[in-house]
Nanobody
């Protein structure tokens, strides 16, 4: 059984910063890509950022230059540093991991962290 637990969401003013963390635990042999997705009310879920096990990253155009994804492979943890936050960044942020827990590569998701950007 693999679990992803997120932390770090909250309320922040426009222009502020937040850092999300997501720790994977359980019967993990290896993790390939880890990433963050978000879903705002009335909108489809979208990819925010992804990082591979060798550190390659990819970002949505809307967050480039403001958000930074990183990971600590020893801790099976992925981070999302969010700077210069805008009201349109308000959403539930979910982490994702592509995990080998024995037998096959499977997708796992965190429970979601609310991020609200408002004055």
């Amino acid at each position: 059984q693999v679990q992803l637990v997120e932390s770090g969401g909250g309320l922040v003013q426009p222009g502020g910063s937040l850092r999300l963390s997501c720790a994977a635990s359980g019967s993990i042999f290896s993790i390939n890509a880890m990433g963050w997705y978000r879903q705002a009310p009335g909108k489809q879920r979208e990819l925010v950022a992804v990082i591979t096990d060798d550190g390659s990253t990819n970002y949505a155009d809307s967050v480039k230059g403001r958000f930074t994804i990183s990971r600590d492979n020893a801790k099976n943890t992925v981070y999302l540093q969010m700077n210069s936050l805008k009201p349109e960044d308000t959403a539930v942020y979910c982490c994702h991991a592509d995990v080998w827990a024995g037998g096959s590569w499977d997708d796992y998701w965190g429970q979601g962290a609310q991020v609200t950007v408002s004055s």
